[in-house]
T-cell receptor, first 113, second 115 residues
Framework: SQTIHQWPATLVQPVGSPLSLECTVEGTSNPNLYWYRQAAGRGLQLLFYSVGIGQISSEVPQNLSASRPQDRQFILSSKKLLLSDSGFYLC????????????FGQGTRLTVV | AQTVTQSQPEMSVQEAETVTLSCTYDTSESDYYLFWYKQPPSRQMILVIRQEAYKQQNATENRFSVNFQKAAKSFSLKISDSQLGDAAMYFCAYRNQGGSEKLVFGKGTKLTVNP
């Protein structure tokens, strides 16, 4: 069966520090991968999605970047965090092309102080 | 670009009663998928129900059913016999047909179930 792992679960980082959140999927190949952010009182904002290794689409220009160094690995990064980067970050994957819905990781609560 | 609108930031229902959550969307596509996701306090996103746009029959999953009105671009979720465990944020989502297309979410509706 397929599983998605996202870590860390919680993170407190000072302003200006770097960020690296990692997401891996097991039990499937060539998944579509997504990073979403959920700010307090808001819905889910799509940040990045990837349909293959090295293929990253950015939805919102901002202080973050994403990379997909391996087929089932998706990394969200920042060189210097801002206070506005605080939020709940969700990684998701979607099988392609037979399925339609996305499956989510447990999320990372990031607090920038 | 496709957009999804949930006009009810919060809703409440009495246990065992029925509640309907609203969702509208905007698209120029004819083939797409619609979803309702549930996010309980644990923050884990859970798929509740899915509807294919080419299907006229409304999807049903146990106590959860949808009212899909393609012409009106409306996709409401009905929860029957509400249970305390149904309390959560509910998100409506849209996806174009095609394996590489992304999910677009509404801002969510917070459902409270009163005992």
């Amino acid at each position: 069966s397929q599983t998605i792992h996202q870590w860390p679960a919680t993170l407190v980082q000072p302003v200006g520090s770097p960020l690296s959140l990692e997401c891996t999927v097991e039990g499937t190949s060539n998944p579509n991968l997504y990073w979403y952010r959920q700010a307090a009182g808001r819905g889910l904002q799509l940040l990045f999605y990837s349909v293959g290794i090295g293929q990253i689409s950015s939805e919102v220009p901002q202080n973050l970047s994403a990379s997909r160094p391996q087929d089932r690995q998706f990394i969200l990064s920042s060189k210097k965090l801002l206070l506005s980067d605080s939020g709940f970050y969700l990684c998701a994957w979607s099988p392609d092309p037979l399925y339609t819905e996305a499956f989510f990781g447990q999320g990372t609560r990031l607090t920038v102080v | 670009a496709q957009t999804v609108t949930q006009s009810q930031p919060e809703m409440s229902v009495q246990e065992a009663e029925t509640v309907t959550l609203s969702c509208t969307y905007d698209t120029s596509e004819s083939d797409y998928y619609l979803f309702w996701y549930k996010q309980p306090p644990s923050r884990q996103m859970i798929l509740v129900i899915r509807q294919e746009a080419y299907k006229q029959q409304n999807a049903t999953e146990n106590r959860f059913s949808v009212n899909f009105q393609k012409a009106a671009k409306s996709f409401s979720l009905k929860i029957s016999d509400s249970q305390l465990g149904d309390a959560a944020m509910y998100f409506c989502a849209y996806r174009n047909q095609g394996g590489s297309e992304k999910l677009v979410f509404g801002k969510g509706t917070k459902l409270t179930v009163n005992p």
